[in-house]
């Protein structure tokens, strides 16, 4: 296999949302009951130069992870990420072919960076890190050329529920013995 350079290009990311807490009824004896249903994921991707991304260059991705369950699924840990990316396209890609693109590659990217970061918060935190699976996101519905102003769009990762409303958590850390 060879690598080469891919036509998106990351120019900056920033977390605009973080938090976690640890389940103090958390049994590491016992197998966690978690199940991909229970992660929330959204994506939004906002063209350059629309109401919701004002920088006239760049593509504005927005992704929002999301954990809230209760302690019968034995997670050591819920939480939530919301992350923003802005991203520039290199090369020639159709004008209709971007928006796919955009929702598809730079939310992989994005999700990459979230679950590592979220894997690094976890591990200061009383019980081992959890690791997100590794997801693939395709687009909800065909999407037609993209409008010189258009509102914002979507794709999910597949088989994901609306999540539940989420109390934003503290993040806490506690001692164990």
Known sequence: ???????????????TGLGFTANPQFDPKKPSQLGFEDLGIEVFAYPP???????TAR??????????????KNSPY???????GLFTVRGNILPEKIRGFMENTASAVLYGTAREILRGSFATGP????????VVFVPDAPVAAVPAISAKSSATARVLPKPAPVKKPIARRTTTK
């Open 49 to 55: 130069g629309t109401p919701e991304n004002a920088d």
């Open 127 to 134: 019980y081992l890190p959890l690791i997100l699976p590794a």
């Open 78 to 84: 819920n939480f939530f990420i919301d992350i923003q």
């Open 1 to 15: 296999m060879k690598a080469k350079v891919s036509q998106l290009e990351l120019n900056a990311y920033f977390v």
């Open 59 to 72: 593509w504005c991705v927005s992704l929002s992870i999301k954990q809230n369950v209760g302690p019968e």
